[in-house]
């Protein structure tokens, strides 16, 4: 077995002895738990509370106007759910610039394309309706920067 | 048996080649599901070329505003003259720097600069001409328009999709005539909103005369037209048959600043 060499540095082959010490550590660990703790606000906050369910409302006058078999969306009732957003933007861009603006639904039944005189027609509880999935998902379409919603008029009428 | 590595590789080649092509091509030659449904209202007015006349021997001063309140209320315009809650009230400087406008009124030598009369009959110079979006052949707001929210229809309708618009007011600086308005403040607390069959404009965007696309496509006319007792007249420019033709022929018209080449197609009998 060889000697191990001595040299000013310590010895080669060996690890420099490092005194190991935990440089502020009060201060290091109060912070972790801060932190820690700040993340998890959302977590921690909610715990055991539960957000409702959206529950759009279709009790609009219009909607009730209407005869059992007739109270349907332009189409079923699925399709609508998860595509209208896509319908939409179809009916926005071939409405503003093709001029096209007759919808034919499924069914063959025509409607004009437009969000604020066919779909608000029937859903003119925008707060009831729209809003309701849409702030449980949290988005925030910018639809009603323009389009009036019926609302007012719907109030007026109560 | 084995297969080579040269020819795994080309049957794998042709295989997603014929794959991906077989898939786009199928994608782009079948129509959309949506796409097919849209189509135009068949009661739908339409032209080859949509031109305006504005007759002045019988376009009166009560006709004139009439119009101009028969636009600006089926198109949701504001009045900042008149807000819904008298706390919007802003002061006249403002009125002027943030007015928003489809169809005005203006003396002849403002709405016909450099036409370089020495004198002009004095009948002419008290007349106020009804302006508007001249929906000009060569628009100089289409050219400069960044993301096309302006565009010229093949009917010759210079329109606007407000969804696009970015607010850069590029069109603004373009367009000679200043038939072009910025929504600098939100427009809403400026609007009746009495109708509410057409959309407002939001903060940040520019709005004009559309040429009422949105009653043409219903087979009706124009606004103003309608409330014009015969003063305004819309028709196809290209038909020889058709009233704007007739007036055309008939009288002598002028149109707006031809000198820049624009090619508007609103005419004025004066």
């Given at each position: 077995m060889k000697e191990p060499v001595k040299s000013e540095f310590g010895t080669v082959g060996e690890k420099p002895k490092v005194e190991k010490k935990f440089y502020n550590r009060n201060l290091i660990l109060a912070g972790i738990i801060v932190f820690v703790a700040l993340i998890t606000y959302p977590i921690w906050n909610l715990q055991g509370k539960s957000v409702p369910p959206p529950d759009p409302k279709l009790d609009t006058p219009v909607i009730q106007k209407m005869a059992e078999q007739d109270r349907?969306?332009?189409?079923?009732k699925t399709y609508m759910r998860n595509y209208h957003m896509q319908m939409l933007d179809e009916w926005r861009d071939q409405v503003v610039r093709n001029g096209n603006r007759e919808y034919t639904s499924l069914s063959g039944k025509k409607y004009t394309a437009s969000l604020q005189n066919t779909c608000l027609e029937c859903h003119s509880n925008k707060s009831q309706f729209c809003d309701q999935c849409h702030n449980y998902v949290g988005v925030a379409p910018y639809c009603w920067g323009c389009h009036l919603t019926r609302e007012k008029k719907l109030a007026e009428a109560k | 048996m084995s297969i080579s590595r040269r020819d795994f590789l080309r049957i794998a080649g042709f295989s997603t080649l014929f794959g991906l092509g077989a898939k786009s091509a199928f994608e782009m030659l079948a129509p959309g599901e949506l796409e097919a449904k849209l189509t135009p209202n068949p009661k739908a007015l339409s032209a080859q070329r949509w031109a305006m006349v504005v007759d002045m021997r019988k376009l009166n001063e009560q006709t004139a505003e009439k119009c101009i309140e028969a636009c600006h209320r089926v198109h949701n315009v504001p009045d900042f003259e008149d807000p819904i809650d008298p706390k919007d009230k802003i002061d006249p400087e403002e009125k002027i720097r943030w007015e928003v406008k489809w169809i005005w009124k203006e003396k002849y030598e403002h709405a016909f600069p450099g036409q370089a009369e020495v004198a002009i009959p004095e009948k002419i110079h008290k007349l106020n001409f009804l302006l508007l979006c001249n929906h000009c052949d060569n628009p100089p707001c289409v050219r400069v328009c960044p993301t096309k929210a302006t565009w010229k229809r093949e009917d010759g309708v210079v329109m606007m999709d407000q969804h696009r618009c970015i607010g850069c007011r590029y069109c603004m600086a373009a367009c000679p005539y200043g038939a072009r308005s910025f929504n600098w403040r939100d427009p809403r607390p400026f609007i009746k909103g009495d109708d509410e069959s057409y959309p407002t404009r939001e903060i940040g965007v520019v709005e004009k005369c559309n040429f009422c696309a949105e009653r043409l496509a219903k087979g009706q006319l124009p606004a103003c037209v309608e409330v014009s007792k015969g003063a305004l007249t819309v028709g196809d420019?290209?038909?020889?048959?058709?009233k704007v033709r007739e007036l055309l022929r008939t009288n002598f018209t002028i149109r707006r600043k031809t000198q820049l080449g624009s090619n508007p197609q609103v005419y004025y009998i004066v």
């Open positions: 349907k969306c332009i189409e079923d | 420019l290209n038909d020889a048959k058709s």
